[in-house]
């Protein structure tokens, strides 16, 4: 596994969840971490768990939807820390809860997992160049495995949006082997009940054995150990990748049979 000391890591959306976490074992691993979200006092709250003693770390408010911000922020971070030399995009996967609320508006839902990517790659990949090298973390949810509609009304845009990511990695990872750009791109489907086990109360778990929860700790961990490894693509849990390539072969009537058994009550993938 590469060794990370001495980076420097935008985590967005650090200031809760799965992206605290990998803030924290950043700072663990030695790395300079920029802890970035749109909530001042989350992120301030996970800057407090991160140890000088490991490496520098700062946090900052930004609106990844907004271009001038994230440009902004990125010039901000480099004037502190230096040229970013990792990107851990975390906030285009939703909590669990957020499943079973009110989706947001499908504007909001492409400009937050879409087009975010697109404002933060503008901004850090000057830099990244500059140095010699960078990688692009992006996690998705598995709903990109495979296109998913609900009961409820409007999880088409949320699921259509986590496939734009996967077409967001791949090209860029194919554009940038073409140009030998030393630039590694990361995608990472995430599960999102594995990381919050207050929702099992809440949420119907056909085979509890098969999607039970993770805590938020091991999720990071598993997700940084594949980055580390240099992984271009790869789920947290690691099944969950091969059974999303069963589902793209499958013909369409075995492939809904197979949706409904491993149904969760929650339909997104």
Not at 89 to 94: I, K, T, Y
Not at 119 to 145: K, R, Y
Request: aromatic content about 8%; proline content about 4%.
């Amino acid at each position: 596994m590469k060794n990370l000391q001495g980076e420097v890591a935008m985590v967005i959306g650090a200031g809760r969840g799965v992206g605290r976490e990998i803030a924290i074992q950043l700072n663990q691993l030695g790395v300079i971490v920029a802890c970035v979200d749109k909530d001042g006092e989350m992120c301030d709250a996970t800057l407090q768990q991160l140890s000088r003693d490991f490496a520098i770390s700062k946090s900052y408010i930004c609106d990844v939807t907004n271009q001038k911000q994230v440009k902004l922020t990125v010039n901000e971070i480099r004037n502190d820390l230096g040229y970013v030399t990792m990107v851990v995009h975390c906030c285009g996967v939703p909590s669990p809860r957020a499943l079973i609320q009110e989706p947001p508006e499908i504007q909001k839902t492409m400009e937050i997992s879409v087009l975010s990517h697109f404002w933060l790659l503008d901004a850090v990949l000057p830099g990244m160049q500059l140095v010699g090298h960078g990688h692009i973390v992006a996690l998705s949810s598995v709903a990109g495995f495979s296109g998913s509609g609900s009961s409820r009304s409007g999880r088409v845009p949320f699921s259509t949006a986590q496939f734009a990511i996967q077409g967001f990695a791949e090209s860029l990872h194919s554009e940038f082997r073409q140009l030998n750009i030393n630039i590694m791109i990361s995608l990472v489907h995430v599960y999102p009940f594995i990381i919050d086990a207050t929702m099992a109360k809440d949420i119907r778990l056909r085979i509890p054995s098969y999607f039970g929860t993770m805590p938020a700790t091991e999720a990071a961990k598993k997700i940084l150990d594949g980055v580390r490894r240099n992984y271009a693509e790869f789920s947290v849990p690691g099944y969950l990748l091969y059974l999303g390539h069963i589902l793209r072969i499958l013909p369409k009537k075995a492939s809904f049979m197979l949706r409904d058994l491993l149904d969760t009550g929650v339909d997104f993938g």
